[in-house]
């Protein structure tokens, strides 16, 4: 089994904003693979279906994203999941809009949501898929992450999800190695 956990807040006043570049990702794997029936377990809409032949759990914590890590644990633990089994979706101011970025550890970079879930897990040794959103302008980083995307934007984003559920099947097939030497490569 595998678990794939894409962060973001929960609610109307999060829905298309950069920091829930994670939620989407998983909406859009969902909706790729025909996966519906979402189920509360762990803090999180659940989605349990088939991706890329596997048995897999679609998780969108229902925390704040600051406390992704209760979620993250909470899945872990109840199924005694290898962490590599697990991957997690951020956004990534770092990077543009359009741009992804998979690894098979690191550090939380500034996340709060990968913060939280290295202190709870007690690691960094996980890998995670992070989705460009672009480097806030006047903006505090705060309000820029919470903001909405712009039609642009999203109209960027799209293909950027398309690729990151590619590389997501990749790393269920071929492992993190072989998908990050896929999907990593300038575009």
Wanted: with cysteine; charged share 25%.
């Amino acid at each position: 089994m595998k678990i794939i956990v894409g962060l973001g807040n929960p609610g109307s006043d999060y829905v298309k904003t950069r920091h829930n570049a994670g939620f989407m990702a998983i909406e859009r794997l969902a909706q790729r693979h025909g996966i519906t029936g979402v189920k509360t377990n762990f803090h999180a809409g659940v989605l349990d279906g088939q991706v890329a032949n596997h048995r897999c759990l679609l998780i969108q914590p229902m925390t704040f994203m600051n406390r992704s890590g209760l979620t993250v644990c909470e899945a872990v633990n109840f199924y005694k999941l290898d962490l590599t089994d697990m991957l997690i979706i951020v956004d990534e101011a770092a990077l543009d809009v359009g741009s992804i970025r998979l690894r098979a550890t690191g550090s939380a970079g500034g996340h709060n949501g990968l913060r939280d879930i290295e202190s709870k897990l007690g690691t960094q040794d996980y890998p995670r898929l992070r989705i460009g959103v672009s480097s806030p302008t006047r903006a505090s980083r705060k309000d820029f992450v919470l903001g909405r995307f712009s039609e642009d934007q999203l109209a960027d984003l799209s293909p950027a999800l398309d690729r990151a559920c590619d590389a997501i099947e990749s790393w269920m097939n071929d492992g993190i190695d072989k998908a990050m030497s896929l999907y990593n490569a300038a575009e």
